[in-house]
Structure formats: C-alpha cells, structure tokens
C-alpha cells in the first residue's frame, strides 16, 4: 500500500514538474518572441510618455491634424487604421496613437481614468511636436476621452469625428462586467500565443474589402499575441463604468463640430445606440450623425467613405 502511494506521489510530482517546465519555457518563448517580432514588425516612432515609451504614427502634411484614437483591445491600431490614415493624409496631418497596452507601446498599471489617459494624449502631442487644435477621431471607447478632452481642453480640441464611438449614458442602464486581473497570466506566461498554434486566426472581416495588406495583416495578429489580456487592457475594460459615469449626461460643446459615424450593424442590434448618440448633440447645425453600412469597425470597409465625409464637412465646418 505504502509503496504504491509513493509510486502515486512520484508520478504527481514527474507531472507536476512537467507542467511548470512547459510553463516556463511557454514564458520565456514568448517573451523573447515579443521583442523579435516587434523589432520586425516596427513601424512609427517612439516617444517617452510618463517615463514610458509610447509609439505613434504619423503621416500627412497638412495645415490640420487628425488625431486617430483606436477601440478597446484593438490590438495594433496602427495596423488597424493605416489604410483611413493613407486615405486622409492626402489633405490633413494624420497621427495613430497607441496608448499604454497597444501595439508597439509598453503596458502600465497607472489608473486608465479618463484623466490618465487624455493627459497621455496630451503629453504624446507634445512629444511629437505636433501643435493643436486637433481634430479627435475617436473610435469605440475612445469617445469617452474625446469628450473628456474637449470639455476639459477645448482650446485643444477643434471637431470630433467619431467612428462608432462610445457615448457616456450607454453605461446607465448596461453596466459592463468587471474582468479578473488573473486573466493576465494568460498574457505573460505566452498562454494565449500556445493556444494560437493549436487554433490559426479566425477571419474577423478585417479584410473583407481587400485595404490591408499582407504585412499590416500580419502585424495585427502578432500584436494579438503580444497584448491579448494585458494588464492596461483589463484596467482600462474595467474603468469603463466609472470613466462613463463620469460624463453622465454630458452634451458636445455647443460650439464644437461633430460628425458621428454609426455602424448600421449597431444601430439594427442595439436600439438605444443612435437615441444615446442623439442625446450629446447640443448644436444641430455643427453636430451630424451619418449611418454607414457595416460592423463597429466601420473602417474596416468605409475608408473610402469615411474620408471622403470626413474632408467635406472639414471643409464645411471648420475654418
């Protein structure tokens, strides 16, 4: 009996060894994966933001500045938004940021409070030597940042042009669900880069409309890998609420220009989405709501449009 307990108590141990051998390993790989790939891949400029660097992109020449914002757990948003920005960079100073936890950007644990993060934005700006006032292009979560920017800094901030973006009192009565802070070991122990060779990347539509090509393709699911489940991406997802709340009820600026691209997708699913967007309007006659067919990722098949939309009523609204 004694002796087939220690044989039980050995073969435990043999496999318990394994699996933290597998796991470190898994850890090592991955981290020196990350800085491979991310030598391969890069693309921009970094800058040192809060003592930490932060990437962007910047493209164009023109008198203004659109300033691209990306979505929650966009993984590369220079990937993401490169065909919009190639597109807008005919007329206008074109600039992707990728906040702390995106793309070729460090992670941090800082607070992602609305304040936190526009003023990241703000010092980013400044870091590139690129002047205001801008014109915010916020995407998804992003327009919680734009309109916190604009009502705090609205000498900084000359029009909003939002592709499907967040609106404040969309949290009022659909609170979002708090994420565990272990999902993070997915992350840094290179779980999630193991689970992409037994399951190959789904095709999200990204492509659908041929925009991307084969190496922005690429650097969107290497960046995948590298910031799936991060820790600025869970803070962030959980900070949403409060970020929200802290805007309840707000309305644009009366004097602020405003164009909202809404996906019809999301408009068809979810009824409150254009009455939610119709409730920050203060200004009509500057504020615009334009449907456009497609998902939440209206640029991933709306570049076209979006740009050509976006330079009439640049043309039509500000001066």
Known sequence: MKKGLKIIGKIFLLILGIIVGFVIIS????????SIEKNKYKIGQ????????????????GEKTIVLLSGLGTASPIADFMPLAERLSKDYKVVILESFGYGFSRT??????NENIVNEIRTALKELDISGPYIL???SISGIYSMYYAKNYPNEVEAIIGIDES???QTKTNKDEDMSHNLTLLNTL???RDLSYLSPSADDGMNQNNYYSAELVKLKNKATLWNSLNVSIINELNTVNSNTKELYDVKY???LPVLAFLSKDTVDTEPDWLPLHEEVISNAA???IEPLSGGHYLHWTNADKIAEMTEEFISTHLK
């Open 286 to 288: 500057i504020q615009k």
């Open 190 to 192: 290179g779980i999630m």
């Open 108 to 113: 941090t644990k800082k607070d992602r409070s």
């Open 137 to 139: 292009m916020p995407h």
């Open 46 to 61: 970094s800058i040192e933001v809060d003592g930490k660097n932060m990437h962007a992109y910047v493209t164009g020449s």
């Open 253 to 255: 600026p009366n004097d």
């Open 27 to 34: 850890a090592v790989s991955h981290n020196i994966q990350n």
């Open 167 to 169: 609106v404040p009192n």
